[in-house]
């Protein structure tokens, strides 16, 4: 019989021979040609064509799938960057196909879609405080507090930012402002622009 064997770990069986937890013999028979390929975590430049090459499987393997995302946003993929990967390529699958299925609109994978603790990246990577949590305190001990200009307050800001940056296209706004920008209609500025009509903008 003629065949060829394609063997792959995460171990390292240099250590495991030395260890005698794996047969010296049988790693010889093994090891007439190897690839040592660096975790996930130690090669962040090859993010963006395993992402692209996940976006494209995943719609291979489910091609029922009315909605189809062509492209990942530059925050989402720094995200990915950060994240540590314990799980591997495994695990960023994982992730993209989850992202993927959780999509409703939009032609682009966002920050907002990802898992949160993607989004975090560890402890050294929580995302900053978007709110005063001692001042909001002072406010409703003082029966002062009124959620709904708060929220109006947060909203607006997230907006002018948004467009400042967007240079006035609520197209590119919404894409900015992630899941909520972007709503569940087919035009991706439109829910900026009732946003924008609301808050008296433009």
């Known amino acids: 019989m003629d065949f060829r064997i394609v063997a792959a770990t ?3 069986l240099d250590v495991l021979v030395q260890a005698g937890e794996f047969g010296a013999d049988l790693y010889q028979r093994l090891a007439i040609l190897r690839i040592v390929v660096p975790p996930l975590r130690d090669r962040a430049e090859d993010l963006p064509e395993l992402v692209e090459h996940l976006i494209e499987r995943f719609y291979r393997e489910e091609p029922a799938a009315t909605h189809r995302v062509v492209r990942i946003a530059p925050t989402a993929l720094a995200a990915l960057a950060r994240y540590p990967w314990p799980g591997n390529v495994r695990e960023l699958r994982n992730v ?3 992202a993927l299925v959780r999509k409703l609109a939009g032609d682009e994978l966002l920050l907002s879609d990802l898992p949160e603790h993607v989004v ?4 050294e990577h929580a995302a900053p405080a978007l709110f005063d949590r001692t001042g909001l305190a002072e406010l409703i001990d003082r029966g002062a507090m009124n959620l ?3 929220r109006d307050q947060l909203e607006r800001t997230a907006l002018e ?6 240079n006035g296209s609520p197209a590119r706004a919404a894409r900015l402002l992630g899941e909520v920008g972007r709503g569940a209609s087919r035009d991706p500025g439109g829910t900026v622009r009732a946003m924008m009509r609301r808050h008296h903008l433009g």
Do not use: K, M
Request: charged fraction near 25%; hydrophobic fraction near 45%.
């Open 161 to 166: 930012l948004a467009l400042a940056r967007a």
């Open 10 to 12: 995460n171990r390292d």
């Open 148 to 150: 709904r200009a708060v």
């Open 120 to 123: 975090r990246g560890g402890p």
């Open 96 to 98: 993209v196909f989850q």
